[in-house]
């Protein structure tokens, strides 16, 4: 054992002496740092006015409905495009969007500001969309294959950190001090700098790549022949590869599932923390910190783990781990009530009752935290093993389209629901469709778990 974390230690410090690589890191955890400060800006702007989940819902769809729209699209022109070039151009175009936020958020009705932002929220989304599946189809070409799993984990952790730092302390102490529209600055400038990072990447094998503009103008002239041989027949190439290969069909429903869940909570966490736990808006960080927390002590733990369970019967306990955490969350009230009498007497202060509370719901998210690692690392580590250079800017675009698709209705749904039925109830059924996916998957054969004396490479390597 003692072999085996050597191992993964140099190969985490191989990943990390590529400067290719860490350029792109540091890229990424700059930008994803700042699209969560984006995210809680939105959210908590629309608690804020309207107090209530449906419009919240409205918010989450605003960052899903795009890569819906645009994903196929994204995929072939990333896919027939120079990737750092992609990258560049998507975070110039985001740190644009960002100053018409700024512009945009002006002392008008309610009504028209919500609006305003979500209609700019949506473009923002749409340009991310370009620059999601090239940053992943970027990864491969910086770093060997028996170093993805480690690469793959270094970007999870960035993406949990950045939770941590945009949603659960830079957000809202950005709020506080510089308040939503000069926080909007902010962010822009922080889009710059990522257009500095990634310039002049190393591009790898470009036989299959086009200027930008060709690849635009081949995707876009005519209805006809045209398009047809550029655009349909390439995004019917994607689909039919994802549909064929079992372990990338199975990585984009594992993935879909574990994002459209993450997507509810997101949607119904702030309402829960104002209207359940009786805090305000801006005070849900204190379920993000722990949930961060406990995804990055999953991303540590995903590769130990992996090797003792294998993939996926994981991935299946970690889905029946999450209901089991999310009801407990949704529940705390209840039984962090009941808790708070075993421990302080039936007339304990309302102070320590409320702390109680609080600690069992942060309990609870440090348990979602986790187990979204054990789900989300394995499945884009295996979609990234199983395809070619030429095919993954369409898969990744397909795999955002795919999720967006899915968790459109639920989100929707969710907050709907939670204004009509109760945050709790809503977050309870969440819970059990989570536990019953889970426990079907469960009952399946899974492989068998790798050797313990295997290292965290991938297999054949």
Not at 69 to 77: E, P, R, T
Not at 188 to 200: D, E, F
Not at 309 to 336: E, N, Y
Not at 358 to 383: D, E, K, R
């Amino acid at each position: 054992m003692e072999e085996v974390n050597v191992e993964v230690r140099s190969s985490l410090l191989h990943v990390l002496r590529n400067r290719g690589f860490s350029r792109l890191w540091a890229a990424q955890a700059i930008s994803l740092t700042a699209q969560s400060m984006v995210n809680f800006a939105v959210i908590v702007l629309t608690e804020r006015v309207t107090q209530r989940s449906l419009f919240t819902s409205l918010a989450i769809l605003s960052f899903v409905i795009p890569p819906v729209l645009v994903g196929a699209f994204a995929g072939v022109v990333v896919d027939r495009s120079n990737k750092p070039a992609m990258l560049w151009i998507t975070n110039l175009l985001r740190m644009l969007l960002l100053v018409c936020f700024f512009l945009f958020d002006r002392d008008w009705s309610p009504s028209i500001l919500l609006i305003g932002i979500f209609l700019l929220t949506a473009l923002f989304a749409a340009v991310s969309q370009f620059f999601g599946p090239a940053e992943a189809a970027t990864i491969p070409l910086l770093v060997p294959r028996n170093q993805l799993l480690a690469a793959n984990a270094l970007f999870a952790t960035t993406y949990n950190a950045s939770l941590v730092g945009g949603m659960a302390i830079l957000g809202p102490i950005l709020v506080a001090f510089l308040g939503l529209r000069r926080l909007w600055l902010f962010v822009a400038a922080l889009y710059g700098l990522c257009v500095i990072l990634v310039a002049r990447l190393p591009s790898g094998d470009r036989s299959h790549e086009k200027p930008l503009l060709a690849v635009l103008r081949d995707s876009t002239d005519g209805l006809g022949a045209t398009l047809h041989r550029e655009f349909w027949v390439p995004v019917r190439e994607g689909w039919s590869f994802m549909a064929g290969n079992a372990p990338v069909r199975t990585a984009t429903i594992n993935l879909s599932v574990a994002s459209t869940i993450l997507l509810v909570v997101a949607t119904l966490g702030p309402g829960f923390v104002s209207r359940i736990l009786g805090r305000n808006p801006e005070d849900v960080s204190f379920l993000l910190l722990p949930a961060s927390l406990g995804m990055l002590l999953g991303v540590v733990l995903v590769g130990r783990v992996v090797r003792r369970v294998g993939t996926a019967r994981l991935i299946s306990l970690s889905m029946v781990g999450g209901a089991l955490s999310l009801a407990g969350l949704a529940l705390s009230p209840f039984w962090g009530s009941v808790l708070a009498q075993l421990l302080w007497g039936i007339n304990a202060p309302a102070d320590l009752l409320g702390n109680t509370i609080l600690g069992g719901a942060i309990v609870m998210a440090v348990g979602l935290g986790l187990v979204n690692s054990f789900i989300t690392v394995p499945a884009y580590t295996q979609l990234q093993e199983e395809t070619e250079d030429h095919m993954r800017g369409r898969v990744f675009a397909s795999l955002f389209m795919i999720t967006g698709s899915l968790s459109m209705l639920p989100v929707l749904f969710a907050g709907a629901l939670a204004d009509w039925l109760g945050l709790v109830a809503v977050m309870v059924v969440v819970a059990l469709i989570m536990g019953l996916a889970g426990l079907a998957t469960l009952s399946r054969r899974s492989p068998a778990p790798q050797p313990r004396g295997q290292t965290d490479a991938p297999p054949g390597n």
